[in-house]
Every structure is written in structure tokens, then in C-alpha cells.
């Protein structure tokens, strides 16, 4: 593969072939000396026309940690203020000599359509509702670390599923990898076509929770919500928020996750989001991990092995 668009391209050994990779990344990057040359001499370019913490910082670091030269295009300065097209943008990144374009962005397909103008890698970080593929490698990482296998384990994704590019790249990578996945939340915020994905729906939190091994919470996706049908938020908290309580009714070897970043007090409380059952930042650090893995294995440095030393 040149791009990472949509986890529907990948097969169930390539999503294997990419955690793996990521394993080796994170020994890298966690002992004292952080950084290998295998990347030297390619040139990564980030365009993100929407807001990020997590996904844009932990590409910085992982193509730094392999030596690779980065730049981000700050778009709310740039020439796109003044009109440039997205693949104009693009093509200027890439007469700059850039080896890869990651990208974020509020038009679902946007990637694809960069994929389709420019030479350079793609890698989606995350196009509208549609698909946010490494967010969803780094959870399937970071479930396969934390319960030791993903296969039959059962993973319930709580909120704002409509909306949700995560829900819709982790349904689809989970199954794929063999888990069993359930959704659980209001039914405004659950889409109706979710039939054709294979997911057990549950309006009510208790139930859904119930047998379960992993909560991936999500974000109510506030700048998404179509107007006039924004839940009211207090309401949402009663029904379908995640605290103390409810952990304890779900029991101590769940393992809590969340993509970030959360609506403190909203859909999850800080007390869950920093508890003992939480691995919310150990997800942050295998975001690197996945990132490395994704810049290596797409833009085709030298061997790791070669390098390390
Ligand atoms: N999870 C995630 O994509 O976070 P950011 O929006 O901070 O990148």
C-alpha cells in the first residue's frame, strides 16, 4: 500500500503486520535513546484543516523519532484563508518534495481525493464522520496489550456513534480482527444503517455493559451535531455517563478506554478517566507507536534492524 485512507483496505494480516511493527516502534522509542535514522532524508508534511492534540503531535514525534523531516502547514495562516483549493495545497507540499501528506480534514473522502492528485503518500488522520484509521489501529494496539488477545474478546463503544469517525474505524477493525463489538447510546445517536455492520445495539447502559471486556467511551461530538438536535448534555451525563458507580457495577477487569479528547464530567468522569481501569494514556503513547509504524511501513525507510545501533 501507498495511502492509509480507510481500514476497509487493509486485510486482517496487514492490520496484524502494522501492530507488530508498532511493538518494535514503542521498544524505540520508550528506552533512553529515542531516535533511529530510518527515515532520514524523507520529508512528512501535515495539513490539518481541523483542530487535533493527540493525532498531530504523536506523527510529529514518531517521524522525528525516526529521523524524518517534518513540517506542518499551519492552515489558519496559510493561503488557504485566501482561497486555495485542497489539492492546490497539496501539490505545492509536494513540489516541495514532501514523501508523505498527512492529513485531517471535515469532508469524509478528502484523503481519497488527495490520494488521487499527488504522488505522495496519504495518510488520513481523520476525514469528517467517515474513517480515523489510526486512531483505530492504536485501540486495537492497545486492546491487544492490555487483555492479551483481541479475537472473542467483547467491546462495547458507548456515545456518540453517528458522528463518530472512531466508532466507525474501530466496528469495523474489531470485526475484523475477530472481537465482538456492541454500541450503546441514546438512539439520536445511533445511525440507522448500522445492520450492515455486524454490532449489537443497546439503548441502555447497564445492559449494554453487561459481560463486557472493554468500554471504549466517546465524545459527543458537539460541532457535528446537526442543527437544533443537540442532546442536552445533563440529560446525556444521567443516562449514559460512565462513573464510579457504574464501573463498579460492571466490575474491576474492564478495562476502560476513551480516543480523546473527553467533555470532563460529560460522558466520562475524571475519576473513571484517570482510574485504575483506564488506559487512556497508554493509548496516547501507542498512538506514536502506530504512527511510526504506519511512516515506516508506507514511505518504505531502511530496514529497522540495520539502523538501530
Ligand atoms: N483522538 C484524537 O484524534 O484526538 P485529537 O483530535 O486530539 O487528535
Given at each position: ?153 467483547t467491546i462495547a463503544i458507548v ?23 456492541r454500541v450503546v447510546g ?14 449489537e445495539?443497546y439503548?441502555d447502559l447497564e445492559e449494554g455493559l453487561e459481560g463486557i471486556d472493554v468500554v471504549n467511551i ?22 449514559y455517563?460512565v462513573?464510579?458507580k457504574i464501573l463498579e457495577l460492571v466490575g474491576?477487569?474492564v478495562t476502560v ?53
Open positions: 500500500h501507498k495511502h492509509l485512507l480507510d481500514l476497509m483496505d487493509l486485510s486482517r494480516e496487514e492490520i496484524q503486520l502494522i501492530l507488530d511493527t508498532a511493538e518494535s516502534m514503542k521498544e524505540i522509542f520508550t528506552r533512553s535513546i529515542k531516535k533511529v535514522p530510518t527515515l532520514r532524508g524523507k520529508t512528512i508534511i501535515s495539513l490539518f484543516y481541523e483542530p487535533s492534540t493527540r493525532t498531530k503531535s504523536s506523527f510529529d514525534l514518531a517521524g522525528k523519532r525516526l529521523s524524518a523531516d517534518m513540517m506542518s502547514l499551519s492552515v489558519s495562516t496559510s493561503s488557504v484563508v485566501k482561497g486555495e483549493s485542497l489539492v492546490d495545497t497539496a501539490k505545492t507540499m509536494e513540489a516541495m518534495g514532501a514523501d508523505a501528506v498527512i492529513m485531517r480534514h471535515s469532508m469524509p473522502g478528502a484523503p481519497h481525493l488527495l490520494a488521487e492528485s499527488i504522488d505522495a503518500s496519504v495518510l488520513n488522520a481523520g476525514d469528517g464522520a467517515h474513517a480515523h484509521p489510526t486512531q483505530a489501529l492504536l485501540d486495537m494496539y492497545s486492546i491487544r496489550e492490555e487483555r492479551g488477545k483481541i479475537a472473542g474478546e456515545g456518540d456513534i453517528k458522528h463518530s469517525r472512531v466508532a466507525r474505524s474501530n466496528i469495523w477493525a474489531l470485526n475484523k480482527l475477530g472481537a465482538k463489538v441514546p438512539p439520536t445517536l445511533i445511525p440507522a444503517n448500522l445492520e450492515e455492520m455486524d454490532v445495539v439503548y466517546l465524545r459527543i461530538q458537539l460541532e457535528r451535531q446537526e442543527a437544533g438536535y443537540l442532546p442536552n448534555l445533563r440529560e446525556y451525563t444521567k443516562f455517563g462513573d464510579e474491576d477487569e478506554m476513551h480516543p480523546g479528547p473527553t467533555n470532563r464530567g460529560v460522558e466520562i468522569t475524571p475519576e473513571v478517566a484517570y482510574g485504575d481501569q483506564s488506559v487512556i494514556n497508554e493509548q496516547v503513547t501507542n498512538g506514536v507507536a502506530i504512527r511510526m509504524a504506519l511512516l515506516y511501513l508506507l514511505t518504505g525507510g531502511e530496514k529497522i534492524e540495520e539502523t538501530a545501533n
